[in-house]
């Protein structure tokens, strides 16, 4: 049962608008949410995070923006640029535990010229 | 600073064949490592995980293995590979609310 999904496997976005990936989650006891991005070959990085007790945050070009009523969270890229391209991955921890994180599957955002 | 390590960086068995793959972290103590795969279309799969020295927990059933002999050392291995464990391979280590990962290893089974 995937607690965290992201629904979207690809994504293609011009290059300097708006790029918006979704992510549903269905564990209520998730209290905090966080987006990795990555290149091929290499480990994920740490973009962004959010905790369950706010519904924005914003860094940069990124934000991310959280519905707990919806259980959704969403990455915003703006403007996009072409080093954006790479696998995202969104995932969530549950409140009260220290041991594993849970990832989606991933999209994968081309930004095209 | 904090630092993880993997290695090697790329691996070709023959299917039947051992594995033992190491992940070390440096610049921190008794930390949550980590095991996930990235097989195509799957996402970050995790493997196992590791609160300790010697305890490990498995996530899913498979004909891997993983052992801690270390604060931080992580060992992933197998006696005989299949076709299906190939993939790339990330140690992780966790930081309070984030997740730091190694550089990957990738495995192929033939």
């Known amino acids: 049962d995937q607690q965290v999904k992201q629904n979207s496997p690809s994504l293609s976005v011009q290059e300097g608008r708006i790029s918006i990936l979704n992510c549903d989650y269905t564990n209520s006891m998730f209290d905090y949410f966080l987006w990795y991005k990555k290149y091929p070959a290499e480990g994920p990085t740490f973009l962004i995070s959010i905790s369950s007790i706010k519904d924005k945050n914003e860094d940069g070009r990124f934000t991310v923006f959280l519905n707990k009523s919806a259980k959704h969270l969403s990455l915003h890229i703006v403007p996009s640029q072409p080093g954006d391209s790479a696998v995202y991955f969104c995932a969530a921890i549950e409140e009260n535990r220290d041991d594993k994180i849970i990832f989606g599957k991933g999209t994968r955002l081309h930004i095209l010229p | 600073s904090q630092t993880i390590h993997q290695w090697p960086a790329t691996l070709v068995q023959p299917v039947g064949s051992p594995l033992s793959l190491e992940c070390t972290v440096e610049?921190?103590?008794?930390?949550?490592l980590y095991w996930y795969r990235q097989a195509a279309g799957r996402g970050l799969q995790l493997l196992f995980y590791s609160v300790g020295i010697g305890q490990i927990s498995s996530e899913v059933p498979q004909n891997l293995s993983a052992s801690r002999p270390q604060d931080r050392q992580f060992i992933l291995s197998s006696k005989k590979l299949l076709l299906s464990d190939s993939g790339f391979y990330l140690c992780?280590?966790?930081?309070?609310?984030?997740?730091?990962f190694g550089p990957g290893t990738r495995l192929t089974v033939l």
């Open positions: 992780a280590w966790r930081y309070y609310n984030e997740q730091f």
């Open positions: 610049g921190t103590s008794n930390p949550n």
